[in-house]
């Protein structure tokens, strides 16, 4: 039952003081019963004239900051202190007739999923059906985690993790393709895998570190990005295609979305001289309690400079 203090600092720097429009932050952890919010502060600097929160449609924490004064300098930082008593694959439990796939959500779940079930992205030859049917057993039963379980690990096998600090992500065909990308390309590339197989699936932001010294999780230094699907009988279970693994284990969630670019940590907009804009840079810092993890004396650093 770890205790987590994460830090994640995102700074914007301008050639000369810009005016800034509203912005959109959301790095404040969820609630749930695998991660509990003890602390939590948000400090922008130049103050903000006001700050307001809400809570958008699926539930996620977002500050909307509005400014009054220019600076050559925008900066976000945000302080949590979090307690998680995380998931593991052991822990997931399926209702018997969605343990062998395929199967059909019910009719009572079925009206709340369908938008997450429906396809984001054109596969007009469809690539991405024939790469998720891979997985599928041909000659019987095919079961439902182990397939889910073997996909997971397939992506973290078989593509090579490039860290990229530009915007956007590749199309799932395009991940598919150069059989490369970072951890939001194999989140896109899951989700859209998985819903052509007919599963229910959302894309997470959050925050990874290592549980012990014996794991080690890529995609640290920076924001990650992983898969929920909807498993019946264990609600959403998560996948993390970067690191191959199953389950909360090492996984902070910050945001859910239906789609990628519904789970931004930061946006919003400036307004000043065309290429005014000089740098932006994200540091990520996450430490492990020493009291909650037996035979350890100090805490455990898990700072990696790694963009994903």
């Known amino acids: 039952m770890p ?3 994460l830090s994640h600092v995102t700074t914007y720097v301008y050639k000369r003081p810009v005016a800034f429009g509203d912005h959109r932050i959301m790095v404040r952890p969820r609630e749930s019963f695998d991660q509990h919010l003890i602390d939590a502060t ?22 909307i900051a509005t400014f009054d004064r220019r600076a050559s300098r925008l900066v976000f930082d945000s302080k949590v202190r979090v307690q998680h008593m995380p998931v593991d694959l052991q822990e997931v439990d399926i209702e018997e007739y969605a343990r062998s796939y395929p199967f059909t959500y019910s009719s009572e779940e079925m ?20 790469w998720a049917r891979r997985f599928i057993n041909g000659e019987g039963a095919t079961d439902t985690l182990a397939m889910l379980t073997a996909m997971t690990q397939a992506i973290r096998r078989e593509f090579t993790y490039v860290p990229r600090a530009e915007k956007g992500t590749q199309t799932p065909i395009e991940t598919l393709q150069r059989r490369k ?29 290592n549980p012990d010294s014996r794991d080690h999780r890529v995609g640290g230094g920076n924001t990650h990005a992983w898969v929920r699907v909807y498993l019946p009988g264990s609600g959403w279970v998560e996948f993390d295609p970067t690191n191959g693994i199953i389950g909360s284990r090492g996984l902070i969630r910050v945001a859910i979305a239906r789609d990628i670019y519904q789970a931004v940590p930061i946006s919003g907009i400036y307004y000043g001289f065309p290429n005014t804009f000089v740098d932006m840079t994200v540091s990520v810092d996450v430490t492990v309690d020493d009291a909650s993890l037996p035979g350890h004396d100090a805490p455990v650093d898990n700072r990696r400079p790694v963009e994903c």
């Open 42 to 63: 948000l400090t922008i600097e130049p103050e903000p004239s006001d700050v307001r929160w809400l809570q958008d449609v699926f539930g996620n924490a977002v500050a």
């Open 181 to 209: 990308g970072t951890c939001r390309d194999y989140a896109s590339l899951m989700i859209e895998a998985v819903r052509a197989l007919g599963f229910a699936a959302r894309f997470v932001s959050g925050y990874v570190y």
């Open 3 to 5: 205790f987590l203090n």
């Open 111 to 130: 009206p709340d999923l369908l938008r997450s079930i429906e396809r984001q992205h054109l596969d007009p030859q469809r690539r991405i059906d024939t």
